[in-house]
Every structure is written in C-alpha cells, then in structure tokens.
Nanobody, 123 residues
C-alpha cells in the first residue's frame, strides 16, 4: 500500500510559477516510477509528466514540455512538479500516481493516486 499526498497548488496569474509536491508513504518509494496527471474543467484526466525510479529519465506531454519539470528526491519520498510560465489552460486538479506497468501516458498503468491539488491560472 502506498499513500500519496499532493500539495502546492493555488491561484496564480498567467506567466507565474508553482511547485507541486507529492509526498509518498508506505512501500519503498524509490522502487517506482511516478507520474503527474491533471483533470481540467469539463475535461478528461490527461498525462502531464513521468519520471523513472532513479530520476534519470523524464517524459512530458507536448503541452507542458519546456515549461514543466518533474523531479524526485528519494531520500524524502517526494516527487515534484515545477511549473513555469503557467497558462490559463493549465488550470486543473493535479494528481500524482505510482506507475506500475504499461505506457506512462495512460492512467491505466498507474495505481495509488493522491487526492489532487487545485491549480488555477488567471488571465
């Protein structure tokens, strides 16, 4: 069992930055790849970023590439999402999850989701 708690969301103006954190407890955090997804108003959940167990490989959705950075600190059992140059279309609830199998782009390969943190970007 793994428990995930996201934090760091909030209200920010377009062009601003936020850093989300996802704190994990339970099973050995460093064994697993991790991902961030988001669900915007009236939209389906979509992939944002993924990081492998060591942090040596990262993957991003095209919509956030160059603006968002995923990282992890295995000593702190935490994965981060640094979001820069935020846009109104980034407004969503952001979720972290443990990636177990399959493509990193699809939620079906993930388990143990957090409760989410709201990010609102005003224009």
């Amino acid at each position: 069992q793994v428990q995930l708690v996201e934090s760091g969301g909030g209200l920010v103006q377009a062009g601003g930055s936020l850093r989300l954190s996802c704190a994990a407890s339970g099973r050995t955090f460093s064994n697993f790849a991790m991902g961030w997804f988001r669900r915007g108003p009236g939209k389906e959940r979509e992939f944002v970023a993924n990081i492998n167990w060591s942090g040596s490989s990262t993957y991003y959705a095209d919509s956030v590439k160059g603006r968002f950075t995923i990282s992890r600190d295995n000593a702190k059992n935490t994965v981060y999402l640094q979001m820069n140059n935020l846009k109104p279309e980034d407004t969503a609830v952001y979720y972290c999850a443990v990636h177990y199998s399959g493509s990193y782009r699809y939620p079906g390969g993930y388990d143990y989701w957090g409760q989410g943190t709201q990010v609102t970007v005003s224009s």
